[in-house]
């Protein structure tokens, strides 16, 4: 299942790929978001979960 990881602020994607991945692991690699430079945080402010179904 893929996992995407972005900033809470501008959505910029942080982290796309199918292995997961600690946010912690992302905050460590940038401390700020790339695109509008908010600090980010080690705790997850929403999680999403998407299943798709076959067609």
Not at 8 to 28: A, M
């Amino acid at each position: 299942m893929p996992e995407k990881i972005l900033c809470h602020r501008c959505s910029f994607i942080l982290y796309q790929g199918r292995e997961p991945v600690l946010p912690g692991d992302v905050v460590k690699k940038y401390d700020r978001c790339p695109r509008c430079l908010t600090k980010l945080s080690r705790k997850p402010i929403k999680v999403l979960i998407e299943i798709r179904g076959k067609k």
